[in-house]
């Protein structure tokens, strides 16, 4: 189950289509509309595994992303326009460059005939399409994006991996399961300012030590988002009778430096609510926020118009049974923005107010289904109810045979000699003594033991 996971996982792309195009380039506020979801099975599967004598073992969990038609509200071919990650923020990233470098590139974008927003198919936008100004770029300023082929949002996610992860195996400490040792050996990250913030806490995002609390927190680390997070302890629930914590992410997740000091080492900053992820994204302007910038700084929400927020939609959790540590159900949602503005030298830009513009944002969701539900259920349910009541059963006829032994030894004690009556109490007593340690150790105290 730990290398193949059983349990189905989607994930669901939201469009943020833009409505005025041309208002924006004229310094209007942006205006977008919703488009999707547009849903893709996600299949994961570990591979290279390799356990090291110190407890710990390595794996590559490669990915791959199929579309389900008949879970989507449209089709690949659909056409939004978003905006143009490729001009705007290469036009930002040449912001500080010599003026003449900056009218270069803007006669590159128009001999390409590359504007500051982009209009094409989802599948195009999701995977990649071919460029003239990709090839371009990758001929004489190699490195300047991510990818040498098509270029597409999700381009380098699919048939990919999410890179070597050695683990605890928890074998020797379970309190250590899946706990991350190092990520393509490193154990610190080199991308952020701080050493806390650089940490590679938690586990690998797939399970977590058992016997968990509400005073227990979900740390993990998220190569995606290139640094580790942590959920906190929101309520308990339910789910297919099986009993579960709720975690969700504290406001303080995306908090900038200002309102929660922990989080200058992820800054520059700008508002709360935002993740700047330029220094693991080849210093593009990229930002990561809660879908619809739920629990960001309000201000966010007046740059942009179309956007409605709310914990139900947008909020990530996790389920956890706390007794093992599994998750039940899980949604992770984010969303993925661009910062953009007005640079002089790049006519593309026109006259673009200073905005953080939401361009996608995506689900990736999973639940225990099918067969697995019912081992759980008989395995974290059944079973510990029935021994729960057993234990009294089994007291209540222990209780009863010493009664009825002492009962008939009473009755017959008189007709018989003293020896023999003796001999019958040593044993009757030496029975009972026997019999409540035979339920001792047949029951309760491995029932303590496992904290059911």
Partial sequence: ??????????????????????????????????????????????????????????????????????????????????????????????????????????????????????????????????????????????????????????????????????????????????????????????????????????????????????????????????????????????????????YVAPKTLFANGTDYAPNEGFCPCRQSGLLNVSTC??????????????????VLLDYVQGLNPSEEKHGLFIDIHPQTGVPLNVSIRLQLNLYMKKVSGITETGKISDVVMPMIWFEENGYIDGPIVNTFHTNLVVLPTVLEYLQYILIGLGLATIIVAAVVYHKVKVKLPHRIQASMLSCLTARCILLCFFFFFLFFLPYKCWGV
Avoid at 281 to 298: G, L, M, T
């Fill in 1 to 246: 189950m730990w290398k193949d996971i059983p349990v189905p996982f989607f994930m669901s792309v939201y469009f943020f289509n833009v409505l005025n195009p041309a208002e924006i380039l004229k310094g209007e506020k942006p205006m977008v509309e919703q488009r999707g979801p547009y849903v893709y099975r996600k299949q994961c599967q570990k591979e290279n595994i390799t356990f090291h004598p110190n407890g710990t073992v390595s794996y590559r969990e490669y990915r791959q992303y199929h579309f389900e038609p008949s879970m989507s509200a449209g089709n690949e071919s659909d056409v939004v326009t978003i905006p143009n990650m490729l001009v705007l923020g290469a036009s930002v990233m040449m912001e500080n460059l010599p003026y003449v470098l900056r009218l270069m590139m803007s006669a590159t974008f128009k001999t390409f005939k590359e504007g500051a927003f982009l209009t094409k198919p989802v599948g195009e936008l999701m995977w990649g399409y071919d460029s003239g100004l990709v090839d371009f770029l990758n001929q004489y300023l190699p490195g300047m994006i991510p990818t040498s082929g098509k270029f597409g949002l999700f381009s380098e996610f699919n048939n990919s991996n999410t890179g070597l992860f050695t683990v605890f195996t928890g074998k020797d400490d379970i309190r250590k399961v899946h706990r991350v040792d190092s990520w393509n050996g490193l154990t610190e990250l080199p991308y952020w300012r701080t050493a806390q913030s650089n940490m590679i806490n938690g586990t690998a995002g797939q399970m977590w030590p058992p016997f968990m609390t509400k005073e227990s927190t979900l740390p993990f680390y998220s190569p995606d988002a290139c640094r580790s997070m942590e959920l906190v302890y929101q309520r308990p629930g339910e789910m297919y009778g099986i009993p579960l914590y709720r």
């Fill in 281 to 298: 994204r080849h210093n593009s302007p990229v930002f990561i926020s809660h879908p619809h910038f739920f629990n960001a700084d309000p």
